[in-house]
């Protein structure tokens, strides 16, 4: 089994690999079934993984909750499941915040309903409300820590330093949840060092840059319409030739430390200072037992080097889509 990390200060250890469970509600993803997400969930147990990420939003009506019970219900013990709230889609299905206290209130008692659990292991603010003081927000969680339904508290997308002191100020944070991969890595300007002096664990999105850095998308990629990754610029034009350039660099090193190449990216990933998770999304059993050897591969200091040059000369890729 791979070894687990400290979740924060806390007494919840979870694995370096967690399973992103956004990708098998299908909403933004194609060629997705209950079948394969259903036994997606249970393959991840079977690699080793123990860590679940999910939220309310993951779904038009929290779909991956429920698929989240109906697969590991009889696991609950031997797993960590993070959700969120704050986030919903509206009647047009269009996202919209709402964190108020009393919404964040009433969304955990959806959450742990539609997970058939009596606790949330993390329990994240999925992205700040303009209406709202980030204070008033940190106090429903505070409530909800006090109140045991949920064992630590997170915060996702916020993105100054002084908004993790404010929540901070309020209720201790455990974990963050930016996007962070080998081309996007502004948080190591200040969220880093900052999670990492107040013992908060950053547990980061996009490691594979939406599956970019998986290098399954051939240089001709046709795209179908229902696939939401071509809105990024990084997924088009000139940035999109370029990166196909880095992972043309990034296939021998992979080949060499016996690895494929998304092994080699999350390896990178979660050895990375102050990544404390990498969340892998996958659709597939195939993806998530691929993703998961990651945990216990070994990176030479060559191949570090290596890695290190190829993504200098690359550069930092936009993280912003071009259209909402």
């Known amino acids: ?8 200060n806390t007494d919840i250890h979870v694995t370096p690999v967690a399973m992103g469970c956004w990708p098998i509600t299908g909403i933004t993803s194609i060629d997705v079934n209950e079948a394969d997400s259903l036994a997606t969930l249970q393959a991840a147990v079977d690699a ?4 679940f990420d999910t939220a309310y939003i993951y779904g038009y009506d929290g779909e991956s909750e429920r698929m989240i019970a109906r697969a590991l219900g009889p696991q609950r013990d031997r797993i960590v499941i993070a959700t969120k709230c704050g986030l919903h889609w509206d009647e047009n299905k269009t996202q919209a915040r709402d964190a108020r206290p009393e919404t964040i209130q009433r969304e955990c008692e959806e959450s742990l309903r539609r997970l058939n659990t009596d606790r949330i292991d993390l329990y994240y603010l999925h992205a700040p409300d303009p209406n709202v003081p980030l204070a008033e927000s940190a106090g429903a969680f505070r409530e909800l820590l006090d109140a045991g339904k949920i064992r630590s508290v997170g915060v996702s997308n916020l993105s100054t330093t002084a908004q993790f002191e404010e929540f901070h100020g309020v209720c201790p944070i455990t974990a963050s949840q930016p996007h962070y991969n080998m081309l996007q890595r502004e948080i190591e300007a200040d969220q880093v060092p900052w999670c990492v002096e107040h013992d908060v664990s950053l547990c980061v999105y996009w490691p594979l840059m939406k599956g970019f850095l998986a290098g399954k998308l051939p240089r001709d990629h046709v795209w179908d319409p229902k696939d939401g990754r071509q809105k990024y610029p990084v997924f088009q034009g000139e940035q999109w030739d370029r990166t196909h350039d880095f992972l043309d660099k990034l296939r021998p090193l992979a080949e060499e430390s016996g690895l494929t190449l998304p092994q080699l990216v999350i390896a990178w990933t979660i050895r990375r200072p102050g990544i404390t998770a ?4 996958a659709k597939r059993p195939d993806q998530i037992r691929d993703t998961a050897a990651a945990m216990t591969a070994d ?9 290190d040059q190829a993504i200098q000369e690359r550069g930092e890729v936009a993280s912003r889509p071009a259209v909402k």
Not at 48 to 51: A, E, L, P, V
Not at 300 to 307: E, G, V
């Open 278 to 281: 990498a969340l892998c999304g």
């Open 299 to 307: 990176l030479s200091p060559d191949t570090l080097s290596a890695i």
């Open 48 to 51: 080793g993984i123990n860590f």
């Open 1 to 8: 089994m791979p070894p687990t990390r400290q979740l924060g």
